[in-house]
């Protein structure tokens, strides 16, 4: 079965330092991934996809980030972080139908 | 480009009582619809998909939906909540492959929070 793998649950970092959130898949090829932020009681804002090995797609401009090195691993990176980059971001892969999502990676930046 | 309207921000009710959360969309193509389920602080989990046939969907935890092509909508029901299915829920849709355009995106709304009450 699938599994997708999130890490870490909870950061607490300060601004201007850099970030790396690490998403991996197991179980499937070739998937789709994505990146999502979720503030509060603002839903979830899409900001980076793939359909593949070095290819990622920005739906908003910011600070931050993205990279495919292997099939199934994806990475949300920062250089330097802003308080604003706070949030809830949680990981995804899908292939033509539903999405399944990692647990969450809870960023505060102090 | 498809959109999401969740009616309600804020659903509580009372344990054992029925619930409605309702989700209209917008999509000039066919979609794919689903309702998500979020605990505090954890990922989010799939409760139900429409992706063809039945118009009726039954998901886990004793959910179930009703797409309306007419109406657009896909409304989310249980008939005896409790207190566990405190929440918060997404509803989100997704272009049909080879409808046109890009089909990667899953669209979501901005969820409902359900509060089940003793």
């Known amino acids: 079965s699938q599994t997708i793998h999130q890490w870490p649950a909870t950061l607490v970092q300060p601004v201007g330092s850099p970030l790396s959130l690490e998403c991996t898949v197991e179980?499937?090829?070739?998937?789709?991934l994505y990146w999502y932020r979720q503030a509060a009681g603002r839903g979830l804002q899409l900001l980076f996809y793939?359909?593949?090995?070095?290819?990622i797609s920005s739906e908003v401009p910011q600070n931050l980030s993205a990279s495919r090195p292997q099939d199934r691993q994806f990475i949300l990176s920062s250089k330097k972080l802003l308080l604003s980059d706070s949030g809830f971001y949680l990981c995804a892969w899908s292939h033509n139908t539903e999405a399944f999502f990692g647990q969450g990676t809870r960023l505060t930046v102090v | 480009a498809q959109s999401v309207t969740q009616l309600d921000s804020q659903v509580p009710v009372f344990e054992e009582a029925p619930v409605e959360l309702r989700c209209n969309y917008s999509s000039s193509v066919s979609v794919y619809l689903f309702w998500y389920v979020q605990y505090p602080n954890q990922g989010l989990q799939l409760l139900l998909k429409?992706?063809?046939?039945?118009?009726l969907v039954k998901g886990i935890n004793g959910f179930e939906a009703e797409f309306n092509k007419s109406q657009t909508s896909f409304h989310l029901r249980k008939p005896s909540v409790h207190i566990s299915d405190t929440a918060e829920y997404f509803c989100?849709?997704?272009?049909?492959?080879?409808?046109?355009?890009?089909?990667?995106?899953?669209?979501f709304g901005k969820g409902t929070l359900l509060t089940v009450n003793p």
């Open positions: 793939s359909v593949g090995i070095g290819q």
């Open positions: 989100a849709v997704r272009r049909v492959p080879n409808s046109g355009g890009s089909n990667y995106k899953l669209t």
């Open positions: 429409y992706l063809s046939g039945s118009t």
């Open positions: 179980g499937t090829s070739n998937p789709n």
